[in-house]
């Protein structure tokens, strides 16, 4: 299969890169805005068409969600408006596509895990730009899955396991909000459930909504003293509440994914994020 793979420089396409060399089946077109500016639709149709893409994965985003507040345009043009393109290109021709989001999509005001079927109800310009994305997924292309995921890190780009390694490394406290709740997830484990499900997909799909993240549940806190204790650093780790940091964006205090759905429709085994992290950590 010819799979387009957007964004392929952030923290999940560099995934995608490092694993295409296993999956000899398919042929990957690992794209960023040097080889495809996805914010122009002729380009991506063009793009698409003679490269013959049978599946597209957008990992092409804004993902600064702080920034975003006062960056609405720029957020909006690469969240929803260059998300838009991509699944009209991919309904013209015949493409599956399969598009991430986020949980930043809720307002976290939950008790229990989403549901997919969970209404929606974003607090920031970030969740609200990867929303409306969605939207246009659903209304644009002809056959796609909608992945929704939280608190994704790598060993790849900038994300919290780095910031908190790095910063380990030199300060002796750190202090982190441990009333922000939800489930981290190693982009690796992400992209290869992906790769999984592709060939799985049903012909007959439209915007269906899928969950994903490491299994078990965590504050940021909790994320931030397992890196350092798995690192055997010295690094006191605070709790602290969110009010009692500067931040722009509105996070969900409670964020945890129900992950039931894809289980049950591609028999997906998931690790917990402990052990993915041990994983992660071993690359850095």
């Not at 299969?1 to 420089?9: A, C, D, K, P």
């Not at 690796?188 to 799985?200: H, M």
């Not at 409670?254 to 049950?264: A, E, M, Q, T, W």
Request: aromatic residues 10%; proline residues 3%.
């Amino acid at each position: 299969m010819n799979i387009l793979i957007t964004g392929s420089e952030g923290q999940l396409g560099s995934e995608f890169r490092e694993l295409a060399s296993q999956h000899k089946e398919h042929q990957f077109f690992l794209t960023d805005v040097k080889e495809l500016d996805v914010t122009n639709s002729e380009k991506v149709h063009k793009f698409m068409k003679s490269n013959k893409i049978e599946c597209v994965v957008n990992c092409a985003g804004y993902t600064q969600v702080d920034k975003a507040e006062d960056d609405k345009g720029q957020a909006t043009l690469l969240n929803s408006t260059a998300t838009k393109y991509i699944a009209e290109a991919s309904a013209k021709v015949g493409a599956l596509m399969v598009h991430i989001s986020t949980d930043y999509v809720f307002d976290g005001k939950n008790f229990k895990p989403y549901t997919e079927n969970d209404t929606a109800n974003p607090k920031s310009i970030y969740g609200k730009s990867k929303l409306d994305g969605e939207i246009e997924v659903m209304f644009n292309a002809k056959r796609a899955v909608i992945i929704r995921t939280s608190w994704l890190y790598s060993s790849y780009g900038h994300n919290f396991v780095k910031t908190i390694l790095e910063k380990g490394k030199t300060e002796k406290e750190l202090k982190v909000v441990f009333d922000q709740i939800g489930s981290p997830t190693y982009a690796r484990d992400l992209a290869k459930t992906i790769l999984e499900i592709i060939p799985k997909v049903p012909s007959k799909i439209r915007g269906e909504i899928y969950n994903f993240s490491n299994e078990g549940v965590a504050s940021w806190y909790d994320f931030a003293k397992a890196v350092i204790e798995y690192k055997g650093l010295t690094c006191k780790i605070t709790p602290i509440l969110t009010k009692d940091i500067n931040q722009s964006a509105q996070r969900p205090l409670y964020s945890v994914l129900n992950k039931g759905r894809i289980k049950k429709d591609f028999g997906v085994e998931i690790p917990h994020w402990r052990d993915s992290l041990k994983e992660c950590l071993g690359k850095l």
